[in-house]
Every structure is written in C-alpha cells, then in structure tokens.
C-alpha cells in the first residue's frame, strides 16, 4: 500500500519474496479535484455537500433541520447568526424554566434548598444571581 490520506491510496500485490510486482499496482482512492466555488462551502468536496442535503425521510432533531444551518448553508451569514443567537436564547430559557419549575417542586416537597443549575460553583439556581439571568 502506498499514498497518503488526503490525495491518493494505491495497492500493489508481493512476489513470494515480498517484493512489489510494479505490474499489479492499481489505485484503489484518488480525491476528486474540488469545485471552482469550494471556498463558498468551507471547501467540502461535491460528495460532503450531498451528505448535508435535505431529505424527507430524516428525523425532526436532525442537524438538516435547523435553519440556522440552511441559513448558513446559503451564504445568508447574518441571518444564520441571528438564528442562531435566537435559538440558543430560547434552549436557554426552557432551561431555566425547568430549574425554576424543579426548585418550586422541591421547595413545597422537600426539605432541599434548590436543584443544581449547571452554572458555574458558586452560583445558584436561576433566580438568585444576576449572572446566571443574563
């Protein structure tokens, strides 16, 4: 076997000594050359870009999905940020929704001061610091 990674792979069968019989090598891999416009797709080649297209039959939690990467996907970058910066905001504030619905529960159940949040030592449950509100 002779090549490397990110250009070809090529094979050659031994001679009962272990010697190479030149006759007999044949490429197995050889990257395709990338398309003229393959800066405007983070330089994927044709084959990476079709695995990213969309497709009817894939779950609601796939990546494809996400407009955030459509966005992306076509050039828009503003929209993508700004798609992107909305929805993190948005997984955000269910999180902290359902800190604050736990320290409900557990305040009216139990003897448990508050359900850790996830936030950094020395930060309580959402609420109690202004740093893990904002």
């Known amino acids: 076997m002779n090549g490397s990674w990110d250009s070809d792979i090529s094979a050659t ?12 090598m044949r490429v197995l891999w050889k990257r395709n050359p990338l398309p003229s ?3 405007k797709y983070y330089n994927f080649s044709v084959f990476a870009c079709q695995l990213n ?3 009817d039959d894939v779950a609601p939690t ?6 955030d990467q459509r966005f992306m996907e076509n050039g828009q970058w503003d929209e993508a940020n700004a798609e992107k910066q ?6 955000r504030e269910v999180r902290r929704q359902r800190v ?11 003897k448990t001061k508050s359900v850790k949040s996830g936030m950094p030592d020395g930060h309580n449950a959402v609420g ?6 904002n």
């Not at 031994?14 to 006759?23: Q, R, S, T």
């Not at 109690?128 to 509100?133: A, P, R």
């Open 53 to 55: 297209e969309m497709d």
């Open 13 to 24: 069968k031994l001679d009962p000594n272990g010697k190479p019989i030149p006759e007999t």
């Open 128 to 133: 109690s610091c202004t740093q893990c509100i």
């Open 86 to 91: 909305r929805l993190e905001d948005k997984q």
């Open 100 to 110: 604050h619905d736990a320290n409900i529960k557990l305040s009216t159940n139990s």
């Open 62 to 67: 796939d990546a494809r999905n996400r407009p």
């Open 37 to 39: 416009d393959s800066e």
